[in-house]
Antibody, heavy 115, light 107 residues
Framework: QVQLQESGPGLVKPSETLSLTCTVSSGSISNHYWSWVRQPPGKTLEWIGYVHSSGTTGYNPSLTSRVTISVDTSKSQFSLRLTSVTAADTAVYFC?????????WGQGALVTVST | EIVMTQSPATLSVSPGERATLSCRAS??????LAWYQQKPGQAPRLLIYDASTRATGIPATFSGSGSGTEFTLTISSLQSEDFAVYYC?????????FGQGTKVEIK
């Protein structure tokens, strides 16, 4: 069964860049879509965007000016970069397989934006 | 952006009883609707996609129905492990959007 694991800093300062990586194991990263979804504390889920193993990307229009999602198939990893963060970007960030429906998810990584 | 509205916000149900959760979209979805279950501190789990197709490994106690803008998730006989928050998600338009969730709690 495919497993996904998020990694990256749990604390980011306002105006800086949030960077997370998702490592895929027990399955191939090839020929799939891979997504990032976030969930602010106590709130609903928000789809950030996706990358296909070919490199094609799609982003939520509300975040498109600040977000980049990339894939490194040689490492079975895909990554999220979110620039110019504010407190509103504090959330649990999930990586997942599939877009726009996700069938496998990582456990999530809490990222707090604070000084 | 399509707005998803779930009702009720909280549903109190006794174990063994049926639970019916509703989801309404601000525009027609052509059946492009999914349901997820989320337990505290865990990732969402895909239950249903294309409005009524159960995901791999999901028991038949979970069923989805509906069309257009109105959709329903039914849990036929609630087990202890089914008490959780349930989200509907539309993917007929980009970006995919989720409802605010329905919490199913023990009565």
């Amino acid at each position: 069964q495919v497993q996904l694991q998020e990694s990256g800093p749990g604390l980011v300062k306002p105006s800086e860049t949030l960077s997370l990586t998702c490592t895929v194991s027990s399955g191939s990263i090839s020929n799939h879509y891979w997504s990032w979804v976030r969930q602010p504390p106590g709130k609903t889920l928000e789809w950030i965007g996706y990358v296909h193993s070919s490199g094609t990307t799609g982003y939520n229009p509300s975040l498109t000016s600040r977000v980049t999602i990339s894939v490194d198939t040689s490492k079975s990893q895909f990554s999220l970069r979110l620039t110019s963060v504010t407190a509103a970007d504090t959330a649990v960030y999930f990586c997942a397989r599939g877009s726009p429906v996700a069938d496998y998810w990582g456990q999530g990584a809490l990222v707090t934006v604070s000084t | 952006e399509i707005v998803m509205t779930q009702s009720p916000a909280t549903l109190s149900v006794s174990p063994g009883e049926r639970a019916t959760l509703s989801c309404r979209a601000s525009q027609s979805l052509s059946g492009h609707l999914a349901w997820y279950q989320q337990k505290p501190g865990q990732a969402p789990r895909l239950l249903i996609y294309d409005a009524s197709t159960r995901a791999t490994g999901i028991p038949a106690t979970f069923s989805g129905s509906g069309s257009g803008t109105e959709f329903t998730l039914t849990i036929s006989s609630l087990q202890s492990e089914d008490f959780a928050v349930y989200y509907c998600q539309q993917y007929n338009d980009w970006p995919p959007t989720f409802g605010q969730g329905t919490k199913v709690e023990i009565k």
